[in-house]
């Protein structure tokens, strides 16, 4: 089982969650895995994604615990008029994937570390039309371990949704310091009460805002 504990490998988990990450960041190019036929013309731009390799290196001994590495192979196509245009595609194309996966939820959530990111790009004529591709591998590592006592976990959608965040809509900065503070007085609602000490007091926080901030968002 991954560190995600679903009932799949851990390179068809990060697979999934790239192929998920890709169709939901990136609209308007035709993304498939793993891409074994040849794309026509009108299906481009497109994306193909793939593990076509992984390594399981052992750390312990006993039950099987791995650091499993996993290369994802993204290979980009797209098509233009000019060499111009279809380099400046091909290059915006491969920085919106990098983006897509490096900045994914549930890809950063089950890889220890990116190890290497190395992306190859090529631009070649045909016919009237320029065409570009690139091929970007990432070896990603990952944590796996197969516990013969453990129940398998049931199926579910993978990856899920991502979390709903709240809005981030003010914040209020207190300053009550430890000194300049007021030996004897008893100050009303004080903004970190578990941090003043009763009067008579010989050091702060003595309950009152030497200063303070009240930030309203959006701004």
């Not at 060499?83 to 490096?102: F, G, S, W």
């Not at 890889?111 to 290497?116: A, K, L």
Request: a negative charge; aromatic letters at 6%; proline letters at 12%.
């Amino acid at each position: 089982m991954s560190q995600l504990d679903q009932p799949m490998s851990a390179r068809r988990q990060l697979r999934l969650a790239i192929v998920g990450e890709l169709r939901t960041k990136i609209q308007g190019v035709t993304i498939v895995s793993p891409g074994d036929w040849p794309t026509p013309p009108e299906k481009l731009p497109a994306l193909l994604v793939n593990v076509p390799t992984e390594q399981k290196s052992s750390i312990n001994r006993g039950m099987p615990e791995f650091t499993t590495t996993a290369s994802v192979v993204v290979q980009g196509q797209v098509t233009a008029i000019t060499a111009e245009e279809v380099q400046d595609r091909i290059e915006d194309l491969a920085y919106r994937v990098e983006n897509a996966i490096l900045m994914g939820y549930w890809i950063v959530r089950m890889v220890q570390q990116f190890v290497t990111v190395q992306t190859d790009i090529e631009c070649t004529a045909d016919g009237g039309k320029h065409l570009a591709g690139f091929r970007m591998t990432i070896a990603a590592e990952m944590f796996e371990a197969f516990d013969p006592t453990a129940e398998p976990s049931p199926e579910s959608p993978w990856p899920p949704a991502d979390p709903t965040l709240a809005p981030f809509e003010n914040a209020k900065i207190h300053l009550d310091t430890a000194t300049p503070f007021d030996p004897t007085g008893t100050y009303p609602n004080p903004p970190f009460p578990d941090a003043v000490l009763p009067a008579p007091r010989t050091s702060g926080p003595d309950g009152r805002d030497e200063g303070a901030l009240d930030i309203q968002l959006p701004q």
